[in-house]
């Protein structure tokens, strides 16, 4: 009876913080998918009907930092004249935890970075207009390493570096 306890409790041991971290990352996927859908769609909107075939840069983050806690986007970030309101975003819940931006450049420019995204292709340089949307997300709501996330017009996958840390 002794060593069956000892083994559960081990095993409690082992699974209870690896649960823990993943039922904690599993949260934020729902919000990074629904928002690089939004994003994308909303990118792909402005190029063919405000932008002249350009998409528009949003390089101050909003939230200016990630909230574990959630942080009211529309209110926040929606704001009559700002480039989130130019761009119509709608997120499909209000509360969000991660800070987004997006960078995007001009027909034969160079991305000269592009967070935890695949590189463009041929050489970087890329022959229409192009943009790349970062999430940065507290996952662990400590204030320590940052989760990034990534997605771009070159490629269409969701890319992350430090997910789960």
């Known amino acids: 009876m002794m060593i069956v306890v000892a083994l559960i409790g081990v095993l409690a ?9 993943t039922a904690r990352n599993k949260k934020y996927d729902p919000e990074i998918s ?10 792909e ?3 063919s009907e405000l932008g002249n075939g350009s998409y528009l840069a949003i390089t101050t983050a909003c939230p200016s930092s990630p909230s574990p806690s959630g942080i009211d986007f529309n209110t926040t970030c929606v704001t009559s004249g700002s480039s989130w309101a130019t761009l119509r975003v709608i997120p499909t819940d209000s509360t969000i935890r991660c800070s987004y931006k997006i960078t995007a450049g001009a027909a034969g420019s160079t991305p000269s970075s592009y967070a935890p995204c695949a590189a463009p292709p041929t ?13 940065t997300c507290d996952m662990k709501g400590d204030g320590g390493t940052n989760a990034t996330f990534c997605i771009s017009s070159w490629d269409t996958k969701q890319y992350n570096a430090n997910y789960g840390l």
């Open 13 to 21: 041991a082992i699974v209870v913080p690896s649960w823990t971290g």
């Open 34 to 43: 629904a928002m690089f859908t939004e994003l994308t769609t909303r990118e």
């Open 45 to 47: 909107q402005y190029k």
């Open 123 to 135: 050489n970087r340089t890329l022959s229409g207009a192009w943009y790349w949307v970062l999430a």
